[in-house]
């Protein structure tokens, strides 16, 4: 059993709340309040060629039969404008214009194939989590992963915003694909696994482009390799 699908576009200034016990396929919808949306009996998805625009916070849960559900909403033209929470999932796919996080726990991975703009202090726990684009926001970027951390792009780019205040990242394995890896605050930069670097040319930059007089430590607890 699916949740009927929304076939046009529902536009609602009130929060909406959504909670089922079978599984939940989005159609397309904008809501310019909250959206909550749980389920106790499957995955959250959406449909072929629909969009989901929420200009409040999201918060999702997923979960079937006392386990983790997955949470796919992986369509172009999705739009996430206030804050997402994630307290439960088993994979966790999202998409939007620019995807803005506080706390996101799953049992398996996850992946953002959009921009991350970090607007608050941000944790994300999983088990192998891939950040295909670049992350920027001056906040704290904290990652708790139990298989493979993957950087595609760079991590405090100015070209694309503010550098994080901060990164932590703890993992099996913490891979960088980008050129660049920065951060804005007094605090140190900590890597607690192996590293590998895939790019020629990787510059780690605690200074924010010269902006700091005095750089933050950067510790790899592990090895550095690439």
Sequence with gaps: TRYPLVTGVQTCALPISISSGAAVVLGNFTTVGNLILSTTGGDISQANGTTVEVSGSTALSAASAGADANVTLNNVGNNWTGKINVTRAADLILRGSILDFENITTSGSQIYNSQLSLSRDSVFAGNGISFNNFINGA?????????????????????????????????????????????????????????????????????????????ANITFASTLNG
Excluded: Q
């Excluded at 990164?167 to 890896?181: E, Y």
């Design 139 to 215: 906040y704290r970027l904290t990652v708790n992963d139990g298989g493979t951390t993957v950087f595609a792009k760079s991590v405090g780019d100015l070209t694309y915003g503010d550098a994080p205040s901060h990164i932590d990242v703890s993992a099996s394995s913490i891979r960088f694909d980008g050129s660049i890896v920065r951060t804005s605050g007094p605090s140190s930069t900590v890597f607690t696994g192996p590293v590998v670097l895939t790019s020629p040319t990787v510059l780690f930059d605690t200074t924010n482009a010269g902006g700091l007089s005095t750089g």
